[in-house]
């Protein structure tokens, strides 16, 4: 389902000067450095793994998974994700995936929540039917009938999250790129994400690729860990 070979992002940021002269020098003669965030990393999923992908801040999680997502082009290196290639955007391949990150909030801020899962319905085509089934079912799993009628912004951390999901996952993707889902949240809301991962792996045969910095999430849902550092891949394997 994920196949990443000798992948590479480098940015390129310029390098300030102090003083007088310095900052003629920043106008008129900049200097530039280059950052490697991502360095000839490779490993492969297959269809129905959940993967954790862990590492300290700045390790490149999070570059790397909007390189898989599409969202960054990479400085080298080849990427091919349900047989597409992510950069190049094609509506197929949206189709087929969610990318959740637990810091970022992608619902309408002051309308009830159930709003946003109708417009990510007419996106990504989903039909009456289907939209009906899939809501019901993800509604049932995540025990959020009580809070789709409610607008975001009235909503707990935990609660918005529940929203979230919902929303990202109403055309039924089969791979999901979960960036730190349960951040901020408390430990009974962290179990009922858990828990509603491992269900709708489950449920839904999905591929998952999950960072997190709380190693419970990884523990209870991963059986295979990769892990990187500065950008390198320091281990891919089972997780004990």
């Not at 990393?41 to 999070?62: D, H, R, W």
């Not at 290196?77 to 995936?97: A, M």
């Not at 607008?151 to 999901?165: C, N, V, Y």
């Not at 892990?227 to 320091?234: N, Q, S, V």
């Amino acid at each position: 389902m994920i196949s990443v070979s000798h992948l590479r992002k480098t940015y390129k940021t310029s390098t300030k000067q102090e003083g007088a002269a310095g900052l003629l020098r920043n106008i008129f003669a900049r200097t530039y450095k280059e950052i490697e965030a991502v360095k000839e990393i490779s490993f492969e999923i297959e269809q129905g793994e959940l993967v954790g992908f862990v590492g300290p801040n700045g390790a490149g999680k999070t570059t790397t998974m909007k390189m898989l997502a599409g969202i960054l082009f990479p400085t080298s290196g080849e990427i091919n994700v349900l047989g597409h290639t992510p950069f190049e955007k094609s509506h197929d391949y949206l189709r087929q995936i969610s990318f959740i990150m637990g810091q970022k909030n992608q619902m309408l801020w002051e309308l009830p929540a159930v709003d946003t899962f109708r417009l990510n319905k007419t996106i990504y085509g989903v039909s009456d039917a289907e939209y009906k089934k899939t809501l019901g079912e993800l509604v049932e799993m995540l025990d959020a009938q009580e809070i789709i009628d409610q607008p975001i912004k009235t909503l707990s951390l935990g609660q918005r999250m529940k929203a979230e999901l919902i929303s990202t996952l109403i055309h039924k993707p089969k791979v999901l790129f979960l960036d730190e889902p349960t951040i901020g949240l408390d430990v009974v809301a962290q179990k009922n994400i858990r828990d509603f991962i491992q269900q709708y792996q489950s449920f839904y045969k999905a591929t998952i690729l999950l960072t997190s910095h709380y190693m419970e999430d990884v523990r209870r849902l991963a059986n295979r860990v990769i892990i990187i550092d500065h950008g390198a891949l320091l281990y891919d394997g089972d997780i004990e």
